[in-house]
């Protein structure tokens, strides 16, 4: 294939930018296995689907690979639940930016404004970084809280750790390691959050205790 040339490339984000998403309201069609009503991101091999408001928002991971190969079927591979109770009740506006491959969300409660900048990282497609860039405004920090869990009706065992002020969980896709001599599809979640030096973080279990300082940028960042 000899892809797109300039002409090409000019022309699809042209059509691109005219396309966007806005949620003035959290999604309602969430305890499906199908698509959600809600915001989508990824990069060709990692899907993510954004559902909830921010007092309990999850982020549901999928890998183009998680198969069970005892079921035959595509597997639930893992959810990241973030949780801001400070902002519980906030306003909810969601805006998907189809040309920049990207998640904006703005919630505003009592002066308190968070807008949280969300994508999946294009280049690398081994660690598959999710990210999501937080901005606060407001006279206070927000005390946050993140819980890496296994996928929706996945009953497979999973283990859940932590090294230093990283969370992770780990996910498989069928009941044994391998069968034949050929390994099944396991997948490490691991999230950890940047920012700057005086930043509170503490990590257990397969979760995160952290503090989004207000006017700093600072990202929680998922390697899936």
């Known amino acids: 294939m000899s892809g797109f040339d300039k002409e090409e490339t000019r022309l699809a984000l042209e059509i691109a930018q005219r396309h966007k998403g806005a949620w003035e309201a ?17 990069n060709g091999d990692t899907g993510v689907m954004i559902l909830g408001s921010i007092d309990d928002m999850t982020f549901v991971l999928g890998k183009n690979e998680f198969l069970s190969q005892t079921e035959g079927i595509q597997k639930a591979m893992a959810r990241l639940h973030l949780s801001i109770p400070g902002l ?26 968070l807008t949280a900048t969300c994508w999946v990282q294009a280049t690398d497609t081994k660690a598959n970084l999710l990210i999501v860039r937080f901005r606060c405004d407001g006279p ?17 065992e999973s283990a859940a750790g932590a090294a230093g002020a990283v969370a992770y969980r780990d996910v498989r896709a069928d009941p044994m390691v391998e069968i034949d001599g050929y390994p099944m599809a396991r997948v490490r979640v691991a999230a950890g959050f940047v920012a700057g030096e005086a930043a509170d973080v503490s990590a257990a279990d397969g979760e995160l205790r952290l503090t989004i300082p207000p006017g700093e940028d600072c990202a929680l960042v998922a390697c899936i």
Not at 26 to 42: A, Y
Not at 89 to 113: C, F, P, T, Y
């Open 26 to 42: 959290p999604p309602k069609l969430t305890d499906t296995g199908h698509f959600s009503d809600g915001p989508l991101l990824g």
């Open 140 to 156: 206070a920090p927000l005390a946050a809280a993140v819980r890496i869990e296994r996928g929706r009706d996945n009953p497979y």
């Open 88 to 113: 519980s009740g906030a306003s909810h506006r969601m805006e998907q930016r189809v040309a920049q491959g990207e998640v904006e969300g703005i919630l505003e409660k009592d002066g308190a404004a």
